[in-house]
């Protein structure tokens, strides 16, 4: 199955410049500093904000598989999906292949923010479900 298409960066901030229409997102939260609450909108420090969505929904890909680069302004982060494409029989070796799927590139302020929320959202996991593991193959 063929991967997304890749869009520039102008297409991207063209596509984001289009009238969006509100939606009802329940709750959500809108960085770690903001509280939550649903309807689309949440108060940050004074301010109302309006979670929206592009018409035609917002993209979504799949990814077991994450790269990073950064510059001094921003950091880059590379979602892929890695698969076995080939298993040798005789020899037992397997082929993998990474299927990159999508990039998001953001300001070392938002990345600060992900990787808060990140850190938070994997430390309750893991208070229930207990550590998580490196998987092996069979």
Not at 6 to 33: H, M, Y
Not at 59 to 74: C, F, I, K, R, W
Not at 101 to 125: A, H, N, P, Q
């Amino acid at each position: 199955m063929p991967g997304p298409s890749k869009r520039s960066d102008q297409d991207l901030r063209e596509a984001n410049a289009q009238d969006r229409e509100p939606i009802d997102t329940g709750t959500f939260i809108v960085s770690a500093t903001a509280a939550s609450s649903g309807a689309g909108t949440a108060t940050a420090v004074g301010v109302e904000v309006e979670v929206t969505e592009p018409k035609g929904g917002v993209y979504q890909a799949y990814a077991n598989h994450v790269g990073a680069s950064m510059t001094a302004q921003d950091v880059r982060l590379t979602f892929a999906e890695q698969y076995e494409v080939l298993r040798y029989a005789a020899s037992g070796s397997r082929k993998m292949r990474i299927e990159e799927r999508v990039s998001v590139t953001m300001g070392w302020r938002e990345t600060k923010l992900l990787l808060d929320l990140l850190s938070d959202i994997v430390g309750k996991y893991e208070e229930v479900n207990g550590e998580i593991k490196e998987p092996r193959l069979p």
